[in-house]
C-alpha cells in the first residue's frame, strides 16, 4: 500500500495485479464518486528515466483508442510523485485464469474470443499502435462471454523504437514473433501473437513451450508452427492451416490483419461443420429371373374399326392412327385450250373487288371470228379494263393497302415561316433580357427583393419561349 493507502484523490482498496509495467489497483475516486481501475508505477521505477517515458506513452497512445473491446481511459497524469492511469473498472477474469480452470475451450468459443481481440486490434493497427504483448493474462472475459484486451504498457507507435536502456525485447516470451528478437516489429508481429493466443485458447499449451528464453526464441525462430489438431482432436484441419499461417516464420507470409485471422478461422469452423450430402452406395442389379412378370395390360375399350374417310374416329374417345389421303386420280384428257384456260382464267363465282384494276387476266373471251358451237375454241388472255373509282378507295395496284378517305390538308408554308421568326425574335429576345437580369442580381442598385422579381417576371417568358421552340422543333422532325 502506498504510505495510508492513498493516491492524491484516489483511495487505494485492493491490489487487482501486477506486471513489469506498474501495478493495477482497485481504487475509489473520491471526486467523481466511482470505482475505478488504477494503474500505479511501482516505486522503485518512479526514478527510472526509460521506464517513466514508455509508461507516459502508454497513457497517451491508449487514451486514443475509441472501440468496444478496448477498455475506456478516464484520466492520466502524476500525482505525489507518481504515474497513474484511471481506468474503467471492468468486472471480470482473464482468460489466463480461465483456461487453468478450465481446460481447452470449445472450438466455437475460442474463435469468439480470438474475433473480439481482432477488433480492438484492428483499432489499435489504425490508430497506428502496435500492442507488442497480446496474450491470455492481457484479455479479460466477462461472464457474458465480451471480452476486452487490456495493458497497452508496451504498446508504440509504428514506426517507432523500443524503449529499453539495454536494447533488450520487450514482452512476454511465448507469445513473440521471430522478428522481434531483432528489435523489429509491427502489426504481422500482432498477427502472430493473436495466432499464438488462438492455439493455447484450443490447446492450453504454449505452441513452443513454456521452457527457457533461450530455448524458447530458437523454437519461434527455428521450429515449425505446431497443429492444434495434434493435441485437440475436435479442431477441424481448415482451422489447423489458419493457426499454421498466422505463425509463419516471415512476416509477409502471415495474414494481412488480425481481422482477416479471425475471419478466416470462423469460415473454418462454419466448413467444416456445414452439412454434407451422403450418398448411398450403388447396390448390385436385380437379376432378370428374380424382376416380376406382369401381363400385358389390356384396353378397356373396343378397337378403333376401320372408315372410309381417310382419318378415322370410331370410338368416341379413342384415337385411331392417320390414315394416308388417298391419290388424286390421273388428269383426265382436255380439250385444247383447257389448259390455257385453267391457268389464266379465273371462276365466275369467287368475289371480285370493285374499283381495283386486275394485276393479271382474269376473264376469257371468244374472237368474234369464230362461229358459235365450234369444237375447241381458241380461247385468248382478256385485255385488262380501266378501274372505275370508288368512294373511300385510292387507284393502287392490287395489294396495297387503301388510303384514307379525303384530301389532304393543304400546307400553309408562308404562315409557318412567319410563326418560326415570330417565336425565335421573342426567345432571343427575352434570352437577352433574362441574362441582363441575371447581370442585375450582382451590380444593381435596387433592393434584393426587386431584383430577384424582375429576374422572375423575365424568366418564366423566356422558359415558355424556349419550351414552345423545343415543341416546334419536335413536330418539324416528325414530318
Known amino acids: 500500500m502506498l504510505g495510508d493507502g492513498k493516491l492524491g484523490h484516489y483511495r487505494l482498496e485492493e491490489l487487482l495485479g501486477q506486471g513489469g509495467m506498474g501495478q493495477v489497483w482497485l481504487a475509489y475516486d473520491t471526486r467523481m464518486g466511482r470505482d475505478v481501475a488504477l494503474k500505479v508505477l511501482p516505486a522503485e521505477l518512479a526514478d527510472d528515466a526509460d521506464y517513466r517515458q514508455r509508461f507516459e506513452r502508454e497513457a497517451r497512445l491508449a487514451a486514443k483508442l475509441r472501440g468496444p473491446h478496448v477498455v475506456p481511459i478516464h484520466n492520466f497524469g502524476e500525482l505525489d510523485g507518481r504515474l497513474f492511469i484511471d481506468m474503467e473498472l471492468v468486472d471480470g477474469v482473464d482468460l489466463g485464469q480461465v483456461l487453468h480452470d478450465r481446460g481447452p475451450l470449445p472450438v466455437p468459443m475460442a474463435v469468439d474470443i480470438v474475433r473480439q481481440l481482432a477488433q480492438a486490434l484492428d483499432v ?25 484486451l487490456i495493458d497497452f504498457g508496451l504498446a508504440r507507435g509504428a514506426g517507432q523504437t523500443a524503449l529499453t536502456s539495454t536494447g533488450a525485447a520487450v514482452g512476454t516470451w511465448g507469445y513473440m514473433a521471430p522478428e522481434r528478437f531483432s528489435g523489429e516489429g509491427g502489426i504481422p508481429s500482432d498477427v502472430y501473437s493473436l495466432a499464438c493466443v488462438l492455439y493455447e485458447c484450443l490447446t492450453v499449451r504454449r505452441p513452443f513451450g513454456d521452457s527457457a528464453p533461450a530455448q524458447q526464441m530458437l523454437a519461434h525462430m527455428t521450429s515449425p508452427p505446431p497443429r492444434a489438431s495434434g493435441q485437440n482432436s475436435a479442431v477441424p484441419a481448415g482451422l489447423d492451416e489458419v493457426i499454421v499461417r498466422g505463425l509463419a516464420k516471415d512476416p509477409a507470409r502471415r495474414f494481412d490483419t488480425a481481422g482477416e485471422l479471425a475471419a478466416s478461422a470462423l469460415a473454418a469452423i462454419q466448413e467444416s461443420t456445414a452439412p454434407r450430402a451422403v450418398f448411398a452406395p450403388p447396390r448390385d442389379p ?78 376469257d373471251y371468244v374472237h368474234p371470228s369464230v362461229p358459235p358451237g365450234a369444237a375447241a375454241p381458241l380461247r385468248y388472255p382478256m385485255p385488262p379494263q380501266p378501274a372505275t373509282h370508288q368512294p373511300g378507295h385510292s387507284e393502287q395496284p392490287w395489294g396495297y393497302a387503301p388510303m384514307a378517305p379525303g384530301r389532304p390538308k393543304p400546307v400553309n408554308h408562308l404562315g409557318r415561316m412567319l410563326w418560326w421568326v415570330l417565336l425565335g ?24 427583393a426587386t431584383r430577384v422579381a424582375i429576374n422572375v417576371f423575365f424568366h418564366v417568358p423566356t422558359a415558355g419561349f424556349v419550351w414552345l421552340v423545343r415543341r416546334e422543333v419536335r413536330k418539324h422532325q416528325g414530318r
Open 124 to 148: 489499435a493497427h489504425d490508430a497506428g499502435l502496435v500492442h507488442r504483448d497480446i496474450k491470455p493474462s492481457n484479455t479479460l472475459l466477462l461472464p457474458n462471454g465480451f471480452v476486452y
Open 286 to 363: 436385380v437379376p432378370a429371373s428374380a424382376q416380376p412378370s406382369f401381363p400385358p395390360a389390356q384396353p378397356s375399350y373396343p378397337p378403333a374399326q376401320p372408315s372410309s374417310s381417310p382419318r378415322s374416329y370410331a370410338v368416341p374417345g379413342a384415337y385411331s392412327a392417320p390414315q394416308p389421303y388417298p391419290e388424286p386420280p390421273p388428269p383426265a384428257a382436255r380439250p385444247y385450250g383447257a389448259p390455257l384456260q385453267a391457268a389464266m382464267g379465273r371462276a365466275e363465282s369467287q368475289p371480285r373487288p370493285t374499283g381495283y384494276a386486275p394485276s393479271a387476266p382474269q376473264y
Open 425 to 448: 425574335v421573342c426567345t432571343v429576345f427575352f434570352g437577352f433580357l433574362s441574362m441582363v437580369c441575371v447581370f442585375g442580381l450582382f451590380v444593381g442598385d435596387q433592393s434584393i
